[in-house]
């Protein structure tokens, strides 16, 4: 019975309608001018850009107030305050915090006041089509032209957006209708891959943590969701596009696969039967997984642009390209011809690449050199202290 009638509000909209007239009670109260709140992808992981911004600040300004949102039941280290994500108390927090810093969208109710900056952050370089520019949204409870206008609303109040390269910054521009700041300083969570002192030490860390045979070499698969299999408001399913057995098989001798879902699909996934298989999906930061994989196996996911960085090998297993790029999400550039490794659409042709992998850069070294060019161009490993400046300059203007 409670859970009925929790669903029935809210259907009506009458939690939302709550909570937005407590925020807007909340607004009327003094702002902590060194208090920031930081969230990232809806509050379910310590991660990217927002972590990495979070730990520098932590550092070098230790008179700041920093508080992590989250979701109930996410776990976070110790050292980090946190506050649990719709709760009374994450509405006070933001509404008295100077400064948020967010990597995803913020609910649609939330009133920022008026002397809040509102740093986003955003989640990568896009290949497929965002927001305005989506022709027809697939997705569970909403429309196209309501999911267009829940962008815009959401993007209005958003005061600097971080870039990462040009292509990025003239996208972002026009996706989310942003008229604000665009800080080009590349992406916070990207200074990893330039701190290679701290390599080493991340990697066994994720060895140990899945008990991972330094003899096999890691694989990490990373695919994107796709937006038209939805389960609810959020919940995406996803069914792994090739056998676990056949893997198992081939390749448990040589390889340890880390599956690594896309945060709105979760971590359902049972790999319990193969030894040689991991579900990473629950891993707080997929910037430690990359640094601890040898390639990595994608689709149309923004984490080719990351992983690029590290200059290992790349492969794409595109089973469904056609339908994903004609009627799903549609994409800003010519895949095909610039993507930095092999376009593979069935099982067979995945795994006959994997036993070429040792010569993958002979292969595929001019398209690799280009796509970096273009697309890794702002990151340089100090983003983070950029946007911290940015952040600071805020806080004493």
Known sequence: MKDQVKQW?????????????????????PQKRKRILFESFLGKQYS?????????????????????????????????????????????????????????????????????????????????????DMDDVQMANTTTERYKQGFKQEAAKWSSLVSPNTYSSSIFRRAFAFEGEMLEIGYPRNDIF??????AKIKEAVYRHYDIDHSKKVLLYAPTWRDNAFEGQGKYSFELPFSLNEFEKRFGDEYVLLVRMHYLVGSRLDVTAYPSVRNTSDYPDIAELYLASDALITDYSSVMFDFAHLSRPILFY???????????????FD????????????????????????DWH???ASAFRAFQETYCQWDDGQASERAMKTIIKRIHG
């Open 194 to 199: 330039y701190q290679e002192a701290r390599h």
């Open 48 to 132: 990217d850009s927002p972590r990495a911004i979070y730990e520098l600040m932590r550092a070098m300004h230790p008179e700041c107030e920093l508080i992590f949102s989250k979701q109930r039941g996410v776990a976070f280290p110790p050292n980090v305050k946190t506050v649990d994500r719709l709760t009374f108390r994450w509405i006070y927090l933001l509404a008295t915090s100077r400064v948020w810093v967010s990597n995803s969208r913020l609910p649609g109710w939330l009133i920022k006041p008026e002397k809040t900056f509102y740093l986003q952050t955003w989640h990568g370089t896009p290949l497929k089509k965002l927001a305005l």
């Open 362 to 364: 002979t292969r595929y």
């Open 318 to 332: 595109t089973y469904d390209l056609e339908h994903y790029r004609d009627q799903l999400r549609g994409f800003y």
């Open 9 to 29: 509000m809210k259907r009506t909209g009458l939690i939302e309608r709550g909570l937005r007239t407590v925020m807007r009670v909340f607004t009327w109260l």
């Open 335 to 358: 895949f095909e011809q610039e993507a930095p490794g092999p376009l593979l659409s069935t099982e067979t042709a995945l795994f006959e690449e994997l036993n070429q992998l040792d």
